[in-house]
Structure formats: C-alpha cells, structure tokens
C-alpha cells in the first residue's frame, strides 16, 4: 500500500532493535516473513519472549499479536517462559536414545534437581529436551545456551552442571565445554575461536544480527 | 468463462465448470458428501479431512479431499464406497477422541454439524478409552463470544473467516500438536465487529454467543425470513424466536447482498425489540407537564384537534414530519402520503441531516449495484468508513480488493478498516476535501497513484459524507469527476435503515413517491389519486428544525426519529422541539426527543411489521413478522391513518399489503414488486431502475479551515453508538466507544496531554469532555470525535473545535 499522509511516531523499543528489525524487515519481500527472525530478536531485547515483545513484532509486519503468538508457541525454542541463565537442552532423538541421552538427561535432572522444562528457583539452570539438533555423529548430544557439546556420559553432565553451578561463566562457547566435558566428536570443529559464539540465538548467525561475541549481547 | 467438464459421480454423469472444486460440484447435483472445515464463502484448507472421496486416477483409485480438488474432464468419482465409508468413521473416530460428550448441555445439540454427520457417518462406537484433552471449559472471547475449547474440532473456519473475510484476526491457533487450541492474544480480545460469524459457521459448540446462549434449543425456535434494518446494505436474515420472543438472528446467504455475513450489530443488535422500555400504550402531557397513559381514542381526538387548529389557522405548512427511514416502505408510503394529502405540507425529511442530495442517493445516474463490485477494475471508496457504517458492504469491498484484484483508492480523515487492501490511502484534513479532490482530478505529484489505480474499468465509486465536518456537496462534486473514469458506476452512501425505501416512498421535500419529482406528469397522476398535492416547497431536516426554532414551523410529526440524539447539531433539535406549539411522535421508545413531544403513540416494529424495504442499491426486499408487538403498540401506517381521520381525511390504507399493492399502482418503478414475489421466487429482492437520471453537478468545494486556535474537526459514527436501538440491547451497549478525542501525537504533545487524559472538545454549538485517544492514523491538526456515545453532548457539523486540556 502506498500511503499519502505524514510520518508518524513510534515507541516501544530502543533505537538499535528498531533499526536492525526494519534491516530485516527489508531482506523480505513480504513483511508478515520477518516475523521469525523477528522473534528473536525480540528474545535479545528482553531476555525472553514477552507479550511486548510478541506485540512489537507484530506491528512491525502487519499482523495481529494473535498470529505472532500463533508463530511463537508452535515452535519449541521461542521461550516465552523466562529461563534460567543457562539452559541445558538435551537431544532425546533416536541417535542420541541409542547412545544413552536418557541417563544423560537423568543425570542433569539429578544433580541440578531441576526437572526438564523447569528452572530452578535461583533461576540460574533450566533444563529441557529437545528433538533432534543435528549432532547425530557425536551423539549423545546437549547444548547449554544453544552452544553444542557432543559425546556427552551420564558422569561428565553431572560435571557440567557443577561447573555451571560453580564457575558461573560469563559466556557459553561450545568448543571450551567440548573441551572440558565433550567426548567423541561428529568431526573436527577446526580451531578454537572465541568470537564464533552465536548466543542464545542461532538464527541470528546467518542474518548478521549478531555483530560480536556471545558476551556482548547481554549489555 | 471456462468449457463444462463432464464428471462421473457414483455412476452419474454431470457437468460442472472446470476448476470447479468437486465438493461443490458433487453438492450441486443433489450428493452430499459430509465435511466441517469446507465453507462455500471461503477458500478451502482441507483440513478436518472428512470430505474424503475416491476418484480414479491411471494408478488405482485414489483417496482425495473433496474441498480441494478441481473437478476434471473424465474425473470418476465415489463418494460412499466401502472404502470411503471406512475412512469417514476414521475421521470421525479421531475427531470424536477429544471432544467431549456434553451434547445435553450444549447449545449446538440438535443443529449440530458433528452430531448430524456422526448419526449420518460415524462408527457409532468409540475405541478410546484415554482420558480426554482437558481446558478450562467457556472462557469468554470477546464481550459476544465464549469459547469452549474441548468441543473445538480444529477446522480453523473461525481463525480462517477472521482473516480471509473480516480481516481481523485476532484468533489463531496456539500451541502444537495435541494442544493445539484456538485462542486470542491474552489482553486482546476477539473485539471483532463480525465475530458472530464465527459462531454461526463454527461445526460443533465451540463458539457459542453471550446473547442467546442456554436462552433456546433449535428445536423449540419459530423462524422466519426477513431483512436487517441497522443499516441500509439490505442483509437478509432468519429471525428466530421461542415464545413469541425474539431470540437470534443468522445470517442468510443471498448473493447479491450480504452473502452470508452479517455484523454483530446486526446479529445481536435485537434486544431492543423485547426492551421493558418499550412504549405499551399511547401517552399525552397533562396539566402539569407529565406524560401520562391514555387511551388510543383519547390520543388520537388530542393530537387530531391541536393538529387540526395549527392547520386552520396557519395552513397545513406549518407542519412537518421527520423520520420514516427507521420503517417499511409501506409505513413510509404511509407518512408521505399523510403529510402530503391529509396535512398538506410538503417539508418533510427521512434523513436526519446527515446525507447527500436525495436525488443524488436514489436518482443517480450510472447507480452502481453491489453486485459491480465482484467485476470493478478498481474502486473508490471516499465516504463513512465502511466498516463502521456499511459493515457488510465493507466485507464486499474487502472481498473485491483481496480476492477478485480489484484496485483500492481510500479517501477518509483518518485509518479504515479497508486501509491495509487498500493500493493507495489518502489521509487528509476534513474541510479540505474539495482540495483532495481537485488534486486527485489533476493526477499529478502524489496523486499520480491514485489516478493510476482508478484508470482500469469498470470503476465503482461508493461516496458518501465522511464525517459532519465536511461538506455535503463534496460527495456531489466527487461523483461528478467519478463519470470521466472509464465505465464508472456511482454508489452514493446513506446508513440509516430503510432511507432509500423512505425517499422512494417521497419522504423528502423534493421527491413524491416512485422518485418522481414535483410537477412531473408522474406528479400529476399522484395528484389524482392523492387529491391535490401542497404548492408550496417544502424544507429539509436542517430547514425545519430552524423554521420550528424561528416559529415559522408550529407543529413536527415524528416518526420514529430522534433528532435531538441523531442530527449533528443536537442542540438545535432541542431548541427546536422545546420552542414547536406541538410535537406529536410516533415511536417505539420514549427518546431525548419523544419526551419532548406532546402526544406518544407506541409503535410496532422491526419484527412486528410486515412489509419492504429498499436497500443501498434499489433493491426491494421484504421483512417479515415473527413477535407481536409490546402492548398497545401499533404499526406506524395505521396511527397516520387514524390521525388523517381525526383530520377529516381519508388516506384510504387498510393493510400493509394494500398499502404495497397501492405503491405498485401509483409508483412506476415499483410496477411488478409484490410481496407474493418478494416471499417466493424473489427472496433476494429485485431491483427497483428507472432512475432520475440524476446528474451530479460538479461544484468547486471551497475549502473550511478551523478558526485560529482550533482543530479540525472529524465527526463520524461508530458501528456501535447511543442511538436508541444500541442503547436498549443490553448486549451491545457496552460495546460503544464511548466520548473520546483522538488526537495525532503531535497534537497530543503539543497539547501535553497523553492517551485517557481527560480533555475539552468546544465548538460553536456545543462542548464535551473527552478522553485522549492517541492516534497517529489521523492528520496532524485534526481531533476525532466519535458522534452519539453514551453520556456526551452533541458539537453540530462545524469545521473546526477548540481542544484544551
């Protein structure tokens, strides 16, 4: 629709979300297709999914909050729960089954006594179990703030959580965990860099909405 | 158009237009085949997978959704062989898993889509023995609307109606898998103005409406068909009561009006009729200046005697009427015909000084029918907002632009429903509208889209008055432009019920019954029949009301008009009707403007009365009786009959339908529209032409800016507001927007008030308090004010209102 009539104003989020959302807005040719990229950025903004965030991004493409939220609650890793601040996602698919994913998702509900799709009450774990997340060959698999760690036993989940527990890092990156707690890997991750870390948000990767490393985006 | 195809069904060859979708087809030829999610009106999803047939394909048969597949030439289809059999008790075995069987205490039970087609399909025997998905049983959607999640099939017809048709969609499905439900987004509710559609269309119980819930089973309901008088679109619908009260009112599917769809005004929008406020029995003020209950003679001798001393002493123009729009066709034939023959006066007005032109309205040349709409090349639309005074008209429009392509021009002060079809919007200031137009006539600069829009034929142009603060004559000078654009038809807006009927029926001073114009030969034929016709012009609404304030005008006769709520300067209605020698109404309601009035006769109506109506495009329809009237109550032709004899005149009218049959012999372009027609073959109306052949005139609009110091001023209707019929449905009352001012946010800024602050709206004629809507739809310099809501005064059509906080 062309419209003939004066700019108006907008409020709600900051400067910089906005106009990296119009910048993703602007990849489509229809807006209402932004809406799931959108939704992640709408996580980055407060953490987690709101009904703000969801009413933001809903305006934004041209449809009701209704349908964003339609959008939202079909797909798993749109939290619209505030999670902890680490969420260990463990892949219960059949590679990881066959490997022992159920001792592994036993062992991290044990000893952080959390029970999956819970958050404990300091809100620093949450613990969920996830479809398939492509890390078949290094099964059984988890992720924590959605960096991978394959090759995982029941005993080295056990010392993940404690790590988390007590080292409370400041960032996740997957190939420092790989390292501390992973086993047998799906291939060679090549060199360890710091400043591949995606964050809570892996489809901000391939759209650029993530400038620098995981640390960056909580400030 | 397409060649036929030949498709054999169950042994039986038919034809069917190719494309056409199989479950229509096979429907069409007298086989059901059973479905849920499939509508006619929307387009189809295949989702609930009951509409399953076999067709043959070169690799074996084949297991196919009806809804979705186009019929072919060769196509060989079964639809009840053992195969398909099985898998219709598949689905229904599936869809019966979760829902529940609560059908004693269902509202649906009995005309119920899943129970008819489970008796008619079903395995007859359920093998679950799980527990049953569990949700909070009704929760409430929206004011209307409960919504029982556990009966919910999934056939997304309610989420798919709301997007597809009304373009408001506010329920979705949420969730996945075994939880899918519909719902709203928490804080929004499903404030739709069509929502009850989704109650009528939804397959099992669903979706049940607050109005008539647990009120009836369908069993115990007498209906009948009739037309909806809220607004002037003509919908056709089924009035159903129980009792002898009116209960629910479904919608109809006629083509060429409403197809269908009706807005919740007009669904729920009945209440009134059962209203306790209902006048029972005749009222005349007393001594002491209290309306008091008499009898029917006793009234009738009062009104005839006080009407009768105004016209001997100072000649039947002294008197007036207004109102007419609200009835039948026959009540209006009715009060033209008394005023004009009995009274001898020829100022009267159905139109609350609100519209165009009438001969603009019922006369215009190249009259555009709704029916263009589904062939129009583009349109325009430059007039009320549909969607709050056309409601069904809009779903057409909307229909035209997003589904049959059609282009969109959009001119109003401010956001539309029909903004986001729209090709090209135009926002502007009102008062400044005969500048808008001359730039769209140039097509130059950011006009040039628009022009481009409205060059593809054929064009319908629907212009009415966008708001009270702009000028009648714009919508004139508008369609004068219109007839350049290439096969441009003109569809000229005016909402109040039956107002086309009224001015057909000669409620105006200009126009005599049958459109025909004073001093015709059609005149004079009238004239024989009616015995001499007044010789003096007659005054408009805004005419009389200033002739009854100067006492120029004595007495006012109203029928079924509140002026004092219903014309844009309220407050000079009031001082017009306190300074009238005599107001005698007929109405169904003591108003703000019949308890002015010297006598009350209480009227029948909507429901009560048999007769026509003429909808926005000349179509005569007819409406129909199911609930007798409250009390004493009478319909409007027989009190103007028994008045014209208390003034020594005979109109001569014994029954509606002799009324009709009168209208038939004396109106030319009513010849052949009888009511035997209207109740058989032609239920959908027919079509009243011979038009005038009205050709507007192009006039150059001046422009009106606000004082220094003010706004301007948008003045315009909701869907829901303080008029009587609203405010006696207990349902909907609620739903009025209320006193607001809407304000664009620089304004609000500059005025430093925010969104609920509470500011003054002055005008010249009268002020309100209001609360500040923010509203960056508007123009930046312009406050909307929404006319007739609960609790506010009226601020008169002028340009411009001082705003303070």
Request: glycine share 10%; with cysteine.
């Amino acid at each position: 629709m062309v419209e003939i009539r004066s700019p108006s104003v907008r409020r709600g989020w900051s400067e910089s979300a906005r106009a990296r959302a119009s910048e993703i807005v602007g990849q489509y040719p229809e807006p209402r297709s932004a809406v799931m990229p959108l939704l992640y950025l709408a996580m980055a903004e407060e953490g987690y999914l709101t009904d703000n965030g969801m009413r933001e991004v809903a305006s934004l493409v041209g449809l009701t909050p209704a349908q964003v939220r339609a959008v939202a609650s079909f797909y798993t890793m749109y939290k619209r729960d505030d999670p902890g601040r680490y969420l260990i996602s463990c892949c219960t698919s059949i590679s990881c089954m066959l490997l022992g994913s159920d001792e592994v998702l036993r062992a991290i509900e044990d000893e952080s006594d959390v029970t999956a799709g819970e958050t404990d009450p300091e809100e620093l774990i949450s613990v969920e179990h996830v479809e398939c997340i492509g890390a078949c060959g290094g099964a059984p698999a988890v992720t924590v703030n959605y960096e991978l760690i394959e090759g995982m036993t029941a005993e080295s989940a056990r010392e993940l959580v404690r790590w988390l527990r007590t080292a409370r890092p400041e960032a996740i990156v997957g190939a420092e965990c790989q390292e501390l707690f992973g086993g047998r890997r799906s291939f060679d991750w090549g060199p360890f860099d710091r400043d591949s870390a995606l964050g809570p948000y892996p489809a901000f990767g391939p759209l650029g909405t993530v400038s620098g490393p995981a640390e960056d985006q909580d400030g | 158009m397409t060649e036929p195809v030949t498709v054999t069904i169950n042994r039986r060859q038919v034809n069917a237009p190719a494309g056409e979708l199989l479950i229509k087809t096979a429907q069409d030829n007298g086989v059901y085949i059973p479905r849920f999610c499939w509508h006619p009106r929307m387009n189809p999803v295949g989702m609930c997978r009951m509409c399953l047939v076999e067709i043959e394909t070169p690799r074996g048969p084949l297991m196919v959704t009806s809804c979705t597949t186009p019929v072919s030439d060769g196509m060989t289809v079964d639809t009840a062989n053992p195969t398909v059999k099985k898998a219709q008790e598949g689905v229904l075995e599936f869809l019966l898993i979760n829902h529940p069987l609560d059908c004693p205490v269902c509202d649906r039970a009995g005309e119920c889509p899943l129970q008819d087609q489970t008796m008619a399909y079903g395995p007859g025997e359920s093998r679950f023995v799980e527990e049953k998905r569990h949700f909070e049983k009704p929760i409430p959607i929206s004011e209307l609307v409960m919504l029982d999640r556990e009966r919910c099939i999934l056939c997304a017809r309610c989420t798919r109606f709301s997007e597809e048709i009304s373009g408001d969609p506010l329920i979705e499905f949420q969730e996945r898998g075994n939880y899918t439900e519909v719902n709203t987004f928490p804080d929004e509710p499903f404030r739709s103005y069509f929502s009850g559609n989704t109650v009528q269309i939804c397959p099992v119980g669903a979706l049940t409406a607050t109005p008539y819930r647990f009120r009836a089973r369908p069993w115990d309901l007498t209906f009948v068909e009739s037309t909806c008088q809220h607004c002037s679109s003509g919908d056709r619908i089924n009035l159903q009561s129980s009792q002898n009260r009116l209960l629910r009112i479904l919608g109809v599917d006629s083509e060429p009006t409403n197809q269908g769809w009706l807005s919740d005004k007009c669904r729920f929008g009945f209440e009134y009729v059962a209203s306790p406020a209902r006048l029972t029995s005749p009222l005349v003020r007393d001594e002491e200046g209290e309306l008091r209950e008499v009898s029917w003679g006793e009234a009738l001798d009062y009104a005839g005697k006080a009407l009768g001393e105004v016209i001997s002493r100072s000649g039947g123009r002294a008197v007036a009427g207004l109102g007419g729009a609200r009835g039948t066709n026959e009540d209006a034939y009715a009060f033209s015909k008394f005023l004009r023959s009995a009274v001898g006066t020829n100022s009267v007005d159905c139109q609350m000084d609100d519209g165009l032109d009438p001969r603009l309205l019922s006369g215009v040349v190249d009259r555009a029918r709704i029916a263009d709409l589904e062939n129009a090349g583009s349109i325009l639309v430059w007039g009320p907002d549909l969607k709050e005074e056309h409601p069904t008209l809009y779903l057409r429009v909307r229909r035209a632009a997003q589904e049959l392509g059609a282009g969109l021009v959009v001119v109003h002060p401010r956001g539309t429903g029909l903004d986001d079809r729209a090709s090209v919007k135009v926002t502007y200031q009102p008062g400044s509208g005969g500048e808008v137009l001359s730039e769209l006539m140039d097509g130059n600069g950011r006009m040039a889209e628009a022009r481009e829009v409205l060059s593809k034929g054929p064009v319908v142009a629907l212009l009415g008055r966008p708001g009270y603060g702009e000028s009648p004559d714009l919508a004139e000078a508008t369609a004068a432009f219109v007839r350049s654009l290439p096969d441009a038809t003109i569809l000229p807006l005016a909402r109040r019920g039956n107002v086309f009927g009224a001015l057909d029926m000669g409620l105006s001073p200009a126009l005599l019954p049958g459109r025909a114009q004073r001093g015709t030969l059609a005149a004079q034929m009238l004239a024989d029949r009616w015995g001499e016709l007044p010789a003096a012009s007659g005054r408009d609404c805004r005419g009389i009301l200033e002739g009854l304030e100067s006492g120029d005008i004595e007495a006012l006769v109203l029928v079924g008009a509140d002026p004092v709520r219903d014309v844009p300067d309220g407050e000079l209605a009031r001082r017009a009707l306190a300074n009238a020698g005599l107001v005698v109404a007929i109405d169904q309601f003591l108003t703000d403007s019949s308890r002015m009035a010297d006598v009350v006769f209480p009227a029948m109506g909507f429901s009560e009365v048999e007769g026509t109506v003429t909808n926005i495009e000349g179509r005569v329809l007819k409406v129909n009786r199911l609930t007798p009237g409250p009390g004493q109550s009478r319909p409007d032709w027989a009190i103007l009959s028994d008045l014209a004899a208390r003034l020594g005149a005979d109109l001569g009218l014994v029954s509606a339908q002799q009324i009709s049959e009168e209208v038939e012999e004396l109106a030319d372009i009513y010849r052949g529209v009888n009511w035997e027609r209207l109740d058989w073959e032609d239920r959908d109306g027919i079509v009243v032409s011979g038009d005038l052949g009205y050709v507007p005139v192009f006039s150059h609009v001046a422009s009106v800016s606000p004082r220094p110091g003010e706004m301007a001023l948008h003045y315009a209707r909701t869907m829901y507001d303080d008029g009587v019929m609203m405010r006696e449905s207990p349902s909907l009352r609620p739903l009025a927007p209320g006193s607001g001012a809407h304000l664009h946010p620089t304004d609000a800024a500059r005025l430093g008030v925010g969104e609920g602050d509470s500011v003054d709206v002055t005008s010249s004629s009268g002020s309100l308090q209001a609360g500040v809507v923010i509203d960056p739809t508007l123009e930046p310099g312009v406050v909307y004010v929404p006319f007739n809501q609960p609790d506010t005064a009226s601020l008169g059509s002028v340009p411009g209102v001082r705003v303070s906080a």
